[in-house]
């Protein structure tokens, strides 16, 4: 992928803009993996961790909250090597997303959703399992990057 030829990591500041428009409160509890793709407008809140393995893509506009303080709920947020997040969604505390599984623009994750998967709604569901040539594609477009 031509857009991660001079990938760099990011310089993150607390609940400053990157240059790419997106914030994360809480930086030290913040992780952030190799060849990843933030979209503009995204909010990360990390009080209570959020890890973003290698490979990741999140579209615009997404949040992901480690605390949520309507309902205190609290919790570290894994989302694992190779997965995509799409617009607009809503990543909520101790919530795990598996490899190369893909969430679909504007849902509501509040629970695990296992690697390999697409899943969707509000609140967020498996739909079905990634066929092979999905998988396929996700594992070769990270070996290209």
């Not at 793709?37 to 949040?63: L, P, W």
Request: aromatic share 10%.
């Amino acid at each position: 992928m031509m857009r991660f030829n001079n990938w760099t990591y990011p310089e993150i500041t607390d609940g400053e803009p990157t240059k790419y428009h997106w914030i994360v409160k809480h930086t030290g509890s913040f992780k952030l993996g190799y060849k990843t793709d933030v979209g503009a407008f995204t909010y990360i809140n990390a009080q209570y961790g959020v890890i973003i393995e290698d490979h990741v893509q999140i579209g615009s506009h997404c949040s992901i909250y480690s605390l949520s303080t309507i309902d205190r709920k609290q919790g570290e947020v894994r989302l694992e090597k190779g997965c995509r997040i799409g617009t607009h969604s809503v990543i909520m505390p101790g919530v795990t997303i598996g490899r190369g599984s893909i969430i679909g623009a504007f849902s509501f994750v509040n629970t695990n959703i296992p690697a390999g998967v697409l899943a969707y709604g509000v609140p967020a569901k498996v739909i079905r399992l990634l066929n092979e040539a999905e998988l396929t594609e996700i594992e070769e477009s990270e070996e290209s990057l």
